[in-house]
């Protein structure tokens, strides 16, 4: 077999439709209205935009810091590499590891801390070793953010249209940011990048303080749940989607979030 069965197939096209993501699923207004309101996603379009300021201007200083390593034309080119290889190293683990734990809000604080440590490397040292390392850092805890966070956001909003606006303002708000990252590295300010080095700094900060708040929002509302309603019960199909009809969405007393 290459990849997966014809029967594991049928499983996710099965899974796709159960959740109305299908050509013939409407936009319903009630359900995009939720999204708009959700305190949630004020939360994750805030650690979105901390997230590409630094990660749309990673490539603009790398250039720098390996032409001062004395690497030019192929060989310049080849040292671009390593950080991007350590980057999807660590994709993998946080990802694997996020899925096994079924918690996102800390992933994404322990990549964003890693991150920090780069940025700090690169504007505490002048040593040009140090910051390639700095810079390799800033990848491994960069990278993994992005599955991460859209994850985040498709697990914890229930219904199709709810779930498709949720992910749309967490790519929008975030994209729109990114054109700071692109602005904040001043040839003038080249090779150590204060200015740059210290914005990205700033708001993987962010990151971490609001992903780290939205954990603990979402920890405390799971607790509240098992206290009122107690362990949560598998919903029939028919169940959820009287759920999803009635206006209840993840507000469901068997819903209970990611943290």
């Known amino acids: 077999r290459w990849f997966v069965t014809p029967e594991e197939k049928q499983v996710a096209i099965e899974r796709s439709r159960s959740g109305h993501n299908a050509d013939s699923s409407l936009i319903d207004k009630r359900q995009l209205w ?11 379009c805030l650690i979105y935009i901390g997230l590409n300021i630094p990660l749309a201007s990673f490539t603009s200083f790398l250039p720098t810091i390996v032409k001062l390593m004395g690497y030019t034309e192929a060989t310049a080119q080849l040292m671009t590499v390593p950080p991007y290889a350590c980057a999807i190293v660590c994709v993998f683990a946080m ?4 899925d096994r734990t079924q918690r996102r809000g800390y992933h994404v604080a322990a990549s964003a801390t890693l991150a920090c440590l780069g940025y700090i490397l690169l504007i505490s040292s002048s040593n040009i070793k140090a910051n390639y390392t700095g810079a390799c850092f800033v990848a491994m805890g960069l990278y993994p953010i992005v599955p991460l966070m859209l994850s985040w956001v498709a697990n914890n909003n229930v219904g199709h249209t709810k779930r498709a606006i949720s992910i749309a303002m967490l790519n929008t708000f975030g994209q729109c940011f990114a054109t700071v990252g692109t602005q904040i590295y001043k040839n003038k300010t080249a090779p150590r990048f204060f200015m740059g080095y210290g914005v990205c700094l700033a708001f993987t900060v962010v990151m971490i303080v609001f992903s780290l708040a939205l954990s603990f929002v979402l920890n405390r509302e ?4 098992d206290a009122e309603h107690g362990a949560p019960k598998v919903l029939s199909p028919e169940e959820q989607q009287a759920a999803i009809d009635g206006g ?12």
């Open 222 to 225: 799971n607790n509240r749940r």
């Open 95 to 98: 990802c694997w590891n996020s």
């Open 248 to 259: 209840i969405y993840d507000d469901h007393p068997s819903f209970r979030y990611f943290i």
């Open 34 to 44: 939720a999204a708009l309101k959700d305190y949630k996603n004020i939360f994750t």
